[in-house]
C-alpha cells in the first residue's frame, strides 16, 4: 500500500527557510505526479507545487521564485525547499500522489508556522 510520510515542519520567523520531505513506500516518486498541498483551518486544501513524472515542475503564483519542489529518486523522496518564508505560508502541509488512474494519497501533514 502507499504511505507518504511528511517531515520537517516547524516554527521559523518570516524570511526563514525550511525544507519538508516526503518519504514514499508501496510506489516510486520517480513513476508518479508528486505534489505538496497546504490548508488553513476553515480553507480549501490548495496546491503549492507539483512534479511530473517527467519533472516538469509548476507553482502556486504566491510561491514562485520562493519555493522549490524537487525529488531523489534513490531515496524515493520528495522535497519542498520553503526560502523567504511569510507569515501567509503558515498551513499544514500535505504531500500527494496521483496516480496514473488518477487516484490520490495523502500523507498525515506537517505544520508549518512563519512569525511575523
Known amino acids: 500500500q502507499v504511505q507518504l510520510v511528511e517531515s520537517g515542519g516547524g516554527l521559523v520567523q518570516a524570511g526563514g527557510s525550511l525544507r519538508l520531505s516526503c518519504a514514499a513506500s508501496?510506489?516510486?516518486?520517480?513513476?508518479?505526479?508528486m505534489a505538496w498541498y497546504r490548508q488553513v483551518p476553515g480553507k480549501q486544501r490548495e496546491l503549492v507545487a507539483g512534479?511530473?513524472?517527467?519533472?516538469?515542475?509548476n507553482y502556486k503564483d504566491s510561491v514562485k521564485g520562493r519555493f522549490t519542489i524537487s525529488r531523489d529518486n534513490a531515496k524515493n523522496t520528495v522535497y519542498l525547499q520553503m526560502n523567504s518564508l511569510k507569515p501567509e505560508d503558515t498551513a499544514v502541509y500535505y504531500c500527494?500522489?496521483?496516480?496514473?488512474?488518477?487516484?490520490?494519497?495523502w500523507g498525515q501533514g506537517t505544520q508549518v508556522t512563519v512569525s511575523s
Open positions: 500527494n500522489r496521483e496516480d496514473l488512474l488518477g487516484r490520490n494519497y
Open positions: 508501496g510506489t516510486f516518486v520517480s513513476s508518479s505526479v
Open positions: 512534479i511530473t513524472r517527467g519533472g516538469s515542475t
